[in-house]
């Protein structure tokens, strides 16, 4: 089973940029979709971003598009989310997890322990 390591949150203000890092080990993402989600507090998770295995195809939420990147290096175990013009609704912790190529909470597992990004205005 892959464990999964998310790094890269901190405290940045609106407008500014953060690059999150989602790294596996225990076994390779090569063949895996990969999926980053964010929870706010009192609010439920959603979808962020996904991105299948070969890294062609991706898939953003409607409130980061233009905005994040999701990307990938299978060399490195590793799958980023850019996130630029961050606004303080993004504040959130991300969390990384592998499984379908879908934007379904349900269709993906090996959680990992999130990180916190935090935005102020």
């Known amino acids: 089973q892959v464990q999964l390591v998310e790094s890269g949150g901190g405290l940045v203000q609106a407008g500014g940029s953060l690059t999150l890092s989602c790294v596996g080990s225990?076994?390779?993402?090569?063949?895996?979709?990969v999926g980053w989600f964010r929870q706010a507090p009192g609010k439920e998770r959603e979808f962020v971003a996904s991105?299948?295995?070969?890294?062609?195809?991706?898939y953003y939420a409607d409130s980061v598009k233009g905005r994040f990147t999701i990307s990938r290096d299978n060399a490195k175990n590793t799958v980023y989310l850019q996130m630029n013009s961050l606004k303080p609704e993004d504040t959130a912790v991300y969390y990384c997890?592998?499984?379908?190529?879908?934007?379904?909470?349900?269709?993906?597992?090996?959680w990992g322990q999130g990180t916190q990004v935090t935005i102020s205005s």
């Open positions: 991105i299948n295995w070969t890294g062609g195809s991706t």
């Open positions: 225990g076994r390779t993402l090569r063949w895996d979709a």
């Open positions: 997890a592998v499984g379908k190529y879908s934007a379904e909470v349900a269709d993906f597992g090996s």
